[in-house]
């Protein structure tokens, strides 16, 4: 995003606007909390502002400042279509690649508005009218976090918008703790708990929420889990059936790729989630150093996402899935054991 970009853009937000605000399908912490961070921001302008979500998301991102107002596109097409065709500006967030918003693909790819891409996702494609792409940022609510800095008006951002912005930045970087996690994410980190983002709260309703199915399920995922020592990889599978046995929410199996990959000497995690309903073997890949499953990703799975943490599909079966993955590891032996 160039300076010529940015002015364009503060001149555009000078009066009032119809703006509608979309994460990616199945949004995340980082999805929900970069378009409610920028949804209170742009409210404090005096915009007309919609978030318009996909599709539903956790429950234990379902207490974040705003959530009440978000619509769901899957649940609330027609109002939510009418507001996408009105729109004079949209926000994509947490995607670089139309096809990540499903269905809304199509109505956001006809509109004229002017759209505005944030996004820390590895190759950006160009369906925007503003880019502003850097795959060096931990989270998408760090870059939000610089854009209203861009826009010079961090003085702005009260505690409902620090909060919103904390929450991504804490799960996409693991609390802190994964390689994306940069010094100046502690500095904007600090910052956002200044403003009022009570870091400790926010954990707690984020991860201190779990239910006892599912810790059970958790249990099933880590009794599945399978070592391949000699490509250094690590996977898990569930089935539907599984799932179902345990009473599975969406959310609930969000982290677990990582228990995979916190194994001594694994170099790539992997977790196979049999998903009838889509009829898709949702496949979520993690990895240490500069073994790539963004790469791995997009060659076999139909993916993409950063180096260390990608996110796939495959529609075969969940045995064949895995036979798959399997039959592919030989091709990786050099990359994977040179880490
Ligand atoms: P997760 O495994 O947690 O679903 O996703 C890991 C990362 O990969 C996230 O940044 C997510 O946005 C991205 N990702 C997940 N699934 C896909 C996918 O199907 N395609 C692409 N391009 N990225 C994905
Ligand atoms: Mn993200």
């Not at 939510?80 to 004079?88: C, R, W, Y």
């Not at 996977?235 to 194994?263: A, C, H, M, R, W």
């Not at 009829?279 to 076999?300: P, Q």
Request: aromatic share 8%.
């Amino acid at each position: 995003m160039t300076q010529q970009d940015i002015e364009r853009i503060k001149q555009l937000l000078e009066s009032p606007k119809q703006i509608v605000i979309v994460p990616h399908k199945n949004p995340d912490g980082d999805a929900m909390g970069s378009t409610l961070g920028l949804y209170h921001y742009l409210k404090k302008l005096n915009h007309q502002v919609t978030l318009i979500a996909p599709n539903d998301y956790p429950d234990f991102l379902k207490w974040i400042p705003g959530d009440s107002t978000v619509l769901k596109h899957d649940s609330q097409t027609k109002e939510s279509d009418n507001l996408i065709q009105k729109a004079d500006i949209i926000f994509t967030l947490d995607f670089n690649a139309l096809h990540r918003a499903g269905n809304m693909e199509p109505v956001l790819a006809q509109s004229r508005a002017i759209k505005i891409m944030i996004d820390h996702h590895q190759a950006p494609e160009d369906f925007a009218t503003y880019v502003f792409s850097d795959v060096a940022m931990s989270s998408t609510c760090e870059m939000v976090y610089h854009f209203i800095d861009m826009l010079e008006d961090t003085k702005n951002i009260d505690a409902d918008i620090a909060t919103c912005l904390y929450v991504g930045i804490m799960t996409d970087t693991g609390s802190f703790r994964f390689s994306c996690t940069s010094s100046h994410t502690h500095r904007i980190a600090a910052n956002l708990i200044e403003k009022g983002a009570n870091n400790s709260q926010i954990h707690n309703n984020v991860y201190d929420t779990n239910t006892y199915e599912k810790i059970q399920l958790l249990g099933c995922a880590l009794s599945n889990l399978k070592i391949i020592p000699e490509y250094r990889t690590a996977y898990i599978t569930l089935t539907q059936k599984e799932l179902t046995k345990y009473n599975y929410k969406k959310g609930d199996t969000e982290g677990v790729v990582n228990y995979g990959l916190s194994l001594n000497n694994i170099v790539m995690a992997a977790i196979f989630i049999e998903d009838k309903q889509e009829g898709i073997i949702k496949i979520s890949l993690r990895s240490k150093g500069d073994f790539s499953v963004n790469e791995f990703s997009r060659a076999h799975f139909e993916g993409g996402g950063h180096t260390n943490a990608a996110g796939g599909k495959s529609l075969l079966s969940l045995k064949d899935t895995v036979e798959k993955f399997i039959s592919i590891l030989p091709t990786y032996y050099k990359a994977l054991n040179n880490e």
